[in-house]
């Protein structure tokens, strides 16, 4: 097989995950709740074909979409906990739509995906030569990294840079500085390559739904309806603790270029 169509260029790499590019910037965005943009490159085929959303950069033939994450597989019974909760969620704004995993194509008419993830990078495009340097540096920069239990905290929302989306995100609360540290190690690896780096001040977090638009003020109402609920409501009040008692192990750190996942760190032993 052909090492390059393997990779399969960027083509179709414009999911709902936020992602913006610009060699050899750097933004710095304090302590808003900001996602990278995805509003560069617009065209009307895109948009007709992803629901609206819009490519992180112009498409480049021979390119390829690099994001660098924590793969986080979503047990039953939390699973359970999170339709409930985003169902709630959903009824209050329609317009919510699940954000894909990594590594599967989205399920119509599910919410609850079979993982999510939590961004160390941001998506950047990389060309075909650059691919093999770029994963050892990668792999270079991460080797001092140690395993972890992280568990997350509460609902929280975030907005891209052009304010042209909101999602909505589980913050990471236990393991929150490996979390950091993991990602000054991938800014040093991009640095090396002239990629854009991740925020000065990262939020780490795992983002399940998102909505087109400026919707802020929206998404925290319905959350904080969705909380009072809970005070009254025993059962929703167990499943938002539910996801706030969800511990996972940080063991492996995975590249996805194109449509190929690489791993670019792991651990073999367990967190304890």
């Known amino acids: 097989m052909d090492l390059v169509q393997g990779y399969n260029s960027d083509e179709g790499e414009d999911e709902a995950r936020p992602g913006s590019w610009s060699r050899g910037q750097n933004k ?16 009307p ?7 609206g959303r819009i490519r992180s950069f112009p498409h ?3 390119s390829y979409a690099t994001h660098v994450y924590i793969s986080v597989k979503i047990p039953g019974d939390v699973e359970q906990a999170l339709h409930t909760v985003l169902t709630a969620l959903q009824e209050q704004l329609p317009a919510l739509k699940p954000i894909p995993s990594p590594e599967a194509l989205p399920t119509k008419g599910v919410l609850v995906q079979p993982t999510c993830h939590v961004s160390l990078s941001r998506v950047v495009p990389i060309r075909y030569a650059e691919i093999d340097p770029l994963l050892l540096s990668l792999k270079e920069a991460l080797a001092g990294t140690a395993k972890e239990e992280l568990s997350f905290g509460d609902l929280e929302v975030f907005e891209n840079d052009d ?11 236990k393991g929150r500085k490996r979390v950091c540290s993991a990602i000054k190690r991938v800014n040093k690896a991009f640095r090396e390559h002239g990629l ?12 399940l739904l998102w909505m087109l638009g400026s919707v802020r003020e929206e998404m925290e109402a319905a ?21 706030r008692a969800w511990t996972f192990c940080m063991d ?17 032993q367990q967190c304890v």
Request: aromatic share 4%; proline share 3%.
């Open 163 to 173: 304010k042209t989306r909101t999602f909505l995100s589980l913050g990471i609360c």
């Open 28 to 43: 710095s965005h304090g302590s808003t709740n900001t996602e990278p943009s995805e509003a560069d490159g617009k065209c």
């Open 252 to 268: 492996e750190i995975s590249c996805k270029i194109g449509q190929r996942v690489r791993s670019v760190w792991s651990s073999k």
């Open 196 to 207: 854009q780096q991740y925020y000065s001040s990262p939020k780490p977090h795992a983002s």
């Open 223 to 243: 959350i904080g309806e969705l909380s009072d609920h809970g005070q009254e409501n025993g059962s929703m009040q167990g499943m938002l603790g539910h996801l």
């Open 45 to 51: 085929s895109t948009l007709d074909r992803h629901q």
């Open 60 to 62: 480049q033939e021979g």
